[in-house]
């Protein structure tokens, strides 16, 4: 690795695995680094950039923006880099004196591949080289069948199961992730048994490259000495790592994905969380998530969900220059505005699409 260039470490992972708390704690156990964050978000609302920023990540001592975290937002950073992505590079390119590394949050929708290759332009080969592609895998979630491609080496009870879908885009996005992978993250470990964590180390070591590390993580928590370093180079061997798609023959389709923004008015909590479940129930939701001002909370609602799990925390207390809104990102497919906001607005949650 040339140490005159800015080591990137691409953080992929399908929806809800985890990126952003990995990030979290990344950048809290930072250690005197200088990091330069990324974050690229699928669908109208930076929530992932605001999560960030939330917990201290992006801000100065008063508060104020210091260019920590840049959002690329509205659009899959694999299919913008032409566009959004090498302008932002070659910015940071002329504060190579600033950074000591930098992190790429990708969405759960984009394909490590082609923006792996980016780093081959000479526009950014002279100043940035990937230091490693790190996947996160949401173990809970391939422990129960879902999102697993690869029927020659998956065994016959997996493949012969129901909930499978081997010829779905999703199962295709998560082959790829882990195809690109110099090492893998098996999140959520602490959900799971240990027979059941053996079985999806092996499964993701099926798919994963030969010799690619794969170890358990808890909340995110890994040591950020075995996340940077790792001097893999990615651009000058990633030609070689083969993909289940290819950008040249145009199989990359984000028009099967669904992105909607809602504003709505919540009062209950709890009702919120049930009317949710309820979503995603009757509509192919994979990932809700967004901000939530609750009557008489001093503090925001931070709620993010994948499937039928949910989890809803206060992160921090409403500014006084900031307008106390509810609003919701859901990402899925063949999703329509006005049915979603005719259910919230039936479960008692006047909604309003964006």
Not at 81 to 95: D, G, I
Not at 164 to 189: G, R
Not at 237 to 246: A, G, K, N, S
Not at 263 to 285: K, T
Request: proline content about 4%; hydrophobic content about 45%.
């Amino acid at each position: 690795m040339n140490l005159n260039k800015i080591p990137a470490t691409i953080v992929t992972g399908f929806l809800g695995a985890g990126k952003t708390t990995l990030l979290r704690h990344l950048l809290t156990q930072a250690q005197g680094r200088r990091i330069a964050v990324i974050v690229n978000e699928f669908g109208e609302l930076g929530i992932d950039g605001e999560l960030l920023k939330g917990c201290g990540i992006g801000c100065d001592e008063s508060g104020a923006e210091n260019g920590q975290v840049i959002e690329l937002a509205n659009g899959c950073l694999c299919c913008t880099v032409q566009e959004e992505f090498a302008p932002v590079m070659e910015q940071l390119a002329q504060r190579r004196g600033q950074i000591d590394h930098l992190v790429i949050e990708t969405s759960g929708l984009a394909l490590p591949k082609p923006l792996v290759q980016a780093f081959q332009w000479p526009t950014i080969r002279h100043a940035f080289t990937v230091d490693a592609v790190v996947t996160v895998v949401d173990a809970p979630a391939v422990a129960e069948g879902r999102f697993a491609h690869d029927p020659q080496a998956v065994d016959a009870q997996r493949r012969a199961d129901a909930e499978l879908d081997h010829e779905s885009p999703l199962a295709e996005l998560f082959e790829d992730q882990l195809a690109t992978a110099d090492l893998v993250l098996l999140n959520k470990a602490q959900d799971l048994s240990s027979q059941a964590l053996a079985q999806v180390e092996a499964m993701v070591r099926s798919q994963a490259p030969a010799g690619v590390q794969v170890l358990p993580a808890s909340h995110g928590q890994v040591d950020i000495a075995i996340l940077l370093g790792l001097g893999r180079a990615v651009e000058d061997v990633i030609d070689q790592r083969r993909t289940h798609h290819d950008h040249e023959d145009d199989d990359h389709d984000h028009d099967a994905f669904d992105a909607l923004s809602l504003n709505l008015q919540v009062s209950d909590r709890q009702a919120l969380i049930q009317a949710l479940n309820r979503l995603v129930r009757q509509h192919e939701i994979y990932r809700i998530k967004g901000f939530i001002a609750l009557p008489g909370a001093a503090m925001r609602l931070v709620v993010q969900g994948v499937g039928q799990r949910f989890d809803s925390h206060f992160d921090r207390p409403w500014r006084p220059d900031e307008e106390r809104r509810s609003r919701l990102v859901l990402i899925g497919r063949q999703l329509r505005a006005d049915r979603l906001a005719h259910a919230l607005q039936a479960a008692g949650m006047p909604c309003q699409p964006l």
